[in-house]
């Protein structure tokens, strides 16, 4: 090797820890470092890591939710590296330099200063100008208020008492004479079928069952890269959306006629946001009309059907949770003498909420709140800098040993006193709180009537069908901490003898 050679090498391998050192440091030049230079008193940013160019800390994310299985260590790590603090970290997550927080004082702190912290990570193409999520401020407020009076309010929980009953009753029937079903894949459809139900009173067919197709296409779209590139699932999602938007405005014109002809009202979600009026005595438009029920059959229909499957495979381990909510309701199936329940009913049975509210807890449907920040905001001395993502890791309320003990066990008596302040928030909080929270509640708790009214032996199966293997990060996770894969429910009625498959599996809602 001659002397020009060695003295290159050396070069390159003198360069490559500074090399390195750039790369490790990369994420913390771009965005820190300049943030600090422009702000003329200096700037405190919450602790944490940018991770690597570019990806950040992505693949630690995803480290700890697919493959650890264990989401909330993500918060634990940080937690030992950095302390508690203010209960916010800085990272860099999608490609975004990103504040999480997961302390109830700062999710209470983020989500009721929602002027600033908004609600901009749902493409708007996705879900509509006119929806919900898509507002912010008067709009969202006028919205909002619509919504809730057609979905929320007991007036409306009423009709959706009846309504749901109905179908519920008849899936247990059908089950009964299927004798072995896959719960959640039959919990969706008599889900699917309510929600149609309640929203356009339709009823199963070919047009539902082009509602279910069309709707697996929008969801899979919020999960993909917004690419609008033929054969992207971005793509297809927005053509599932102009599809479920065509059958609604259908709908929606049938119902016009109908009143126009004899001037019969109906008394479903459509007919519910067609008529209101807001303080002004407008009604809503059209086009705001149906692109709310497509956004609340995103919001509702698999979060519903997921909530019921795990109170189902929670029951199934708990036998003795399920003796107790069996004689609640066994009772009440007694005064009620073959009556539909009514939502007073429903209120009256005090364990069989209690079981819903700790299936919506350990459930934790929405793992995490979004936010961005679209102003500069201090918080006892840090800046959440303006531009910045802001993660709510909501999951974590709920997980941690600090607000519920013994976060992982399934026990509704936790529930005989109030969570700690702030401590709760499955259905977040602040303006954009679910407008579909009391609507969830009920649901289960008429599902869970059905259910705890038939008798179940419950087994846990040693050999999993290989179908059941497949699984989302949330249901491995808990699946692995309550050691449980496949329950087999033996659910004798007076017809015959019931076999559930219990097979908790691929919950598309989780990530
Ligand atoms: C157990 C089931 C459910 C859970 C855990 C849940 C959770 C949530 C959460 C955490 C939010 C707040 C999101 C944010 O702040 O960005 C939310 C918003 C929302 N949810 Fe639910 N939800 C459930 C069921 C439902 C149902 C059944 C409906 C209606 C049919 C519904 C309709 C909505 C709507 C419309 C919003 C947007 C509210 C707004 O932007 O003001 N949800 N939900």
């Known amino acids: 090797m001659d002397v020009q050679s060695v003295s290159s090498w050396t070069w390159v391998l003198g360069a490559l820890p500074i090399l390195l050192l750039l790369l490790w440091w990369?994420?913390?030049?771009?965005?820190?470092?300049?943030?600090?230079?422009?702000?003329?008193?200096?700037?405190?940013?919450?602790?944490?890591?940018?991770?690597?160019?570019?990806?950040?800390?992505?693949?630690?994310?995803?480290?700890?939710?697919?493959?650890?299985?264990?989401?909330?260590?993500?918060?634990?790590?940080?937690?030992?590296?950095?302390?508690?603090?203010?209960?916010?970290?800085?990272?860099?997550?999608?490609?975004?330099?990103?504040?999480?927080?997961?302390?109830?004082?700062?999710?209470?702190?983020?989500?009721?200063?929602?002027?600033?912290?908004?609600?901009?990570?749902?493409?708007?193409?996705?879900?509509?100008?006119?929806?919900?999520?898509?507002?912010?401020?008067?709009?969202?407020?006028?919205?909002?208020?619509?919504?809730?009076?057609?979905?929320?309010?007991?007036?409306?929980?009423?009709?959706?008492?009846?309504?749901?009953?109905?179908?519920?009753?008849?899936?247990?029937?059908?089950?009964?004479?299927?004798?072995?079903?896959?719960?959640?894949?039959?919990?969706?459809?008599?889900?699917?079928?309510?929600?149609?139900?309640?929203?356009?009173?339709?009823?199963?067919?070919?047009?539902?069952?082009?509602?279910?197709?069309?709707?697996?296409?929008?969801v899979g779209a919020f999960r993909a890269i917004p690419l609008n590139l033929p054969g992207t699932a971005y793509r297809c999602g927005l053509k599932s959306r102009k599809r479920l938007l065509e059958i609604f405005r259908k709908e929606l014109e049938k119902k016009k006629n109908k009143h126009a002809k004899d001037g019969e009202l109906g008394h479903d979600l459509m007919d519910g946001l067609m008529q209101t009026t807001d303080e002004d005595g407008k009604y809503l438009s059209d086009e705001e009309v149906v692109e709310n029920i497509v956004g609340l059959l995103i919001a509702g229909y698999e979060s519903t059907a997921t909530s019921l499957t795990w109170a189902v495979y929670h029951l199934a381990k708990s036998p003795d949770i399920l003796q107790r909510l069996r004689e609640e309701n066994i009772n009440l199936r007694h005064k009620k003498n073959g009556e539909l329940l009514t939502l007073d009913d429903v209120s009256e049975l005090k364990y069989t909420n209690k079981v819903v509210e700790e299936t919506i807890r350990i459930a934790n449907l929405t793992p995490f709140i979004n936010r961005s920040a679209d102003e500069d905001v201090e918080y006892q001395g840090y800046t959440i800098p303006r531009g910045w993502k802001v993660l709510l890791w909501i999951r974590y309320l709920h997980t941690d040993p600090n607000n519920f003990d013994d976060p992982m066990s399934f026990n509704p008596d936790r529930w005989d006193n109030a969570a700690k302040a702030g401590t709760y928030m499955v259905f977040g909080g602040g303006s954009r709180i679910c407008a579909g929270n009391n609507l969830s509640r009920l649901q289960i708790a008429l599902f869970l009537h059905y259910l705890s009214v038939e008798t179940f032996e419950s087994k846990c199966q040693d050999e999993l069908p290989a179908s059941s293997k497949t699984g989302r990060w949330g249901q491995d996770f808990l699946q692995q901490n309550l050691e449980a894969d496949v329950l087999l429910l033996n659910c004798k009625d007076l017809l015959s003898l019931l076999c559930f498959y219990l097979v908790v599996h691929n919950h598309d809602l989780n990530l």
């Not at 508690?84 to 999608?94: C, E, K, P, S």
């Not at 999480?100 to 004082?105: A, E, F, K």
């Not at 879900?127 to 007036?155: C, D, E, W």
């Open 26 to 218: 990369w994420n913390e030049l771009r965005y820190v470092v300049p943030l600090k230079a422009s702000f003329r008193n200096g700037i405190k940013l919450p602790p944490g890591d940018m991770g690597f160019p570019f990806i950040g800390e992505t693949l630690t994310f995803v480290w700890y939710f697919k493959i650890l299985r264990r989401p909330d260590d993500f918060i634990n790590a940080k937690r030992r590296r950095y302390g508690d603090g203010v209960g916010m970290y800085r990272t860099h997550l999608f490609g975004q330099p990103s504040i999480i927080g997961w302390t109830p004082v700062i999710h209470k702190f983020m989500l009721r200063s929602d002027a600033v912290f908004t609600h901009s990570w749902t493409p708007n193409d996705l879900v509509g100008r006119n929806s919900i999520v898509a507002n912010y401020g008067q709009r969202h407020h006028r919205l909002k208020k619509f919504v809730t009076m057609a979905i929320n309010r007991p007036n409306a929980l009423r009709q959706v008492a009846s309504l749901t009953q109905l179908r519920i009753a008849s899936a247990f029937q059908e089950w009964a004479h299927k004798g072995t079903i896959v719960a959640f894949d039959e919990i969706r459809k008599m889900t699917l079928e309510n929600v149609a139900n309640q929203f356009v009173s339709l009823r199963p067919g070919p047009l539902l069952d082009t509602i279910g197709v069309e709707y697996k296409g929008l």
